[in-house]
């Protein structure tokens, strides 16, 4: 299981690199959103995942801490998660603005010349 984790992991980290190496905004959005996506895969990773585990001390389990699950990265995550959201909703309104003056979703605010 560990390696179909690290799989998605590094197969989304790999499409949000390319992704933000595209020339147009939409891309480079969309990129950023897989990344992020990768990191919050990878901290709730980190965080030891368990099923059916309290992630708060019970006093009659005891205060053993591999009976409980971390909340921390928990938390961080879905910290995460509401200010990527936040963040994409920016990015999308300044790429909106950016194609209304300059007409194009190029990066640099021109298509390329053809030749």
Same mark, same amino acid.
């Given at each position: ?37 990768? %990191?919050?895969?990878? =901290? ?11 992630? +708060? $001390?019970?006093?009659? !389990? &005891? ?13 961080? %995550?879905?910290?995460? =998660? ?11 309104? +300044? $790429?909106?603005?950016? !194609? &209304? ?15």
């Amino acid at each position: 299981m560990e390696f179909v984790f690290a799989l998605a992991i590094g197969v989304m980290s790999g499409s949000g690199i390319y992704l933000l190496l595209r020339p147009r905004t939409f891309q480079v959005i969309m990129g950023l959103s897989l990344l992020s996506y990768a %990191v919050n895969l990878f =901290i709730f990773g980190m965080g030891r995942l368990r099923s059916g585990a309290a992630p +708060v $001390l019970d006093t009659v !389990r &005891g205060a053993d801490p591999a009976l409980y699950t971390d909340p921390v990265p928990q938390a961080l %995550v879905l910290t995460a =998660i509401v200010i990527g959201f936040a963040v994409t909703a920016l990015l999308l309104v +300044v $790429l909106l603005a950016a !194609r &209304g003056l300059t007409g194009t979703d190029h990066v640099d605010g021109r298509e390329p010349e053809r030749e």
